[in-house]
């Protein structure tokens, strides 16, 4: 079958054959229907070789939908043509977190060699998708495939976040949400399905600040040296409540920091490198700092039940496998406007 594999350091992902896989024991094979381009994957690609903790070649495509081909030994409970979403953070399947469906945080996982697909184990681009376990798929049940992809990363990573923020986000509080790109315009709509706060979109691009007004953000801001003037304006001087930084670069960390009010939440999303000192007098009084990494399995239901009903509109822009190393590079340019989407079979 076709497959993106990312196979040399610094180089960029090509599309090359490997051997089909064969379900094993347990396991469940998707014929792939769409699999969403992530920034994480460019930050991956950008490692140097000692700080990759798996070999190459790497399949790519952390984000997968697809419809059940064939069932390994002993999998029941799903049928070949069921669509459905790959949950993606596999964890171990037994430890407390695992059991709690917060394989995201299972603490066995990378001592047993697990790993998420795309981002260690063959990803979801590629024709064909070994998915370890059937606790890893959730039903589309009627959802879009090309919508509904970005929601198992782009889609559960926010809603983890903000539904960490939700008691702050009470009426009259305002949610600050930096970078407006793939996981930043699908939180604008979290934002405003989930909570009466005022939402206000940052952005170093006009583009995407059009994006971000378009999918329901009150505001849309400049990031630049004016944004802490421009927000605490809008804010009568308090600032945020809650902070989702999609960059988490040192510029944008230092921005949350500025615009977070007293007893705000900040959520450092992007793994842009950069930190956020906390200590007496560095921030407002009792702001809370975080850094969360994708959702539950829970969430992920969660997320698409959101979708179904009507509250989320993905923007996304499609391409064949053939052109996925141009999606990385219009990605890497900042010209994708929402997700961009690898179609294995378009
Ligand atoms: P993206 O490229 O689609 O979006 C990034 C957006 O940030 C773009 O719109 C860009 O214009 C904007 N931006 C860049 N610099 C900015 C600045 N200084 N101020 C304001 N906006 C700025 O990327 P994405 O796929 O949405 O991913 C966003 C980040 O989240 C990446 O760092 C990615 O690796 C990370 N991520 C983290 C998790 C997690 O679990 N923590 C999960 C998925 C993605
Ligand atoms: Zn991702
Ligand atoms: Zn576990």
């Not at 984000?63 to 049928?79: D, F, H, I, Q, R």
């Not at 590079?329 to 989407?341: F, I, K, N, S």
Request: hydrophobic share 45%; with cysteine.
């Amino acid at each position: 079958m076709k497959a993106l594999q990312y196979r040399t350091i610094g180089a960029a992902p090509e599309v090359v054959t490997v051997p089909d896989p064969e379900p094993g024991p347990g396991q469940v094979l998707l014929k792939v229907t769409a699999a969403g381009v992530c920034h994480s994957d460019i930050a991956l690609m950008s490692r140097p070789a000692e700080a990759l903790s798996f070999a190459l070649p790497l399949t790519l495509g952390h984000e997968g939908v697809g419809t059940v081909a064939a069932l390994g030994a002993g999998v029941s409970g799903l049928a070949e043509g069921d669509d459905v979403a790959v949950y993606g953070p596999w964890g171990c399947g037994t430890c407390a977190k695992c059991a709690e469906g917060k394989e995201n945080y299972c603490p066995r996982a990378e001592a047993l060699g697990i790993r998420p697909p795309g981002l260690g184990a063959p990803g979801s681009m590629a024709e064909y998708l070994l998915v370890d376990d059937p606790r890893h798929l959730v039903p589309l049940a009627g959802l879009d495939p090309v919508a509904a992809v970005p929601l198992t990363d782009a889609g559960l990573t926010p809603y983890h976040a903000i539904k960490r923020a939700l008691p702050r986000l009470v009426p009259g509080s305002t949610a600050v949400v930096i970078g407006a790109g793939g996981l930043g315009h699908v939180a604008v709509q979290l934002l405003r399905a989930l909570t009466p706060a005022r939402v206000v979109a940052l952005d170093i691009s006009e583009d995407k600040l059009r994006l971000a007004r378009q999918v329901g953000a009150h505001e849309a801001v400049l990031s630049d040296a004016g944004a802490v003037a421009a927000v605490r304006e809008l804010t009568a001087g308090l600032g945020a409540q809650a902070v989702f930084d999609f960059v988490g670069a040192p510029p944008t960390v230092t921005l949350a920091g500025a615009l977070a009010a007293i007893e705000g939440e900040i959520s450092i999303v992007g793994i842009g490198g950069g930190a956020l000192p906390v200590g007496f007098g560095t921030l407002p009084y009792e702001v809370t700092v975080s850094s969360p990494y994708w959702g539950s399995r829970g969430e992920l239901t969660e997320v698409l039940a959101l979708a179904r009903a009507g509250a989320l509109s993905v923007h996304t822009e499609t391409y064949s496998l053939d052109e996925a190393p141009l999606a990385y590079e219009r990605l890497r340019q900042g010209l994708v406007d929402g997700r961009a989407v690898i179609l294995p079979h378009g």
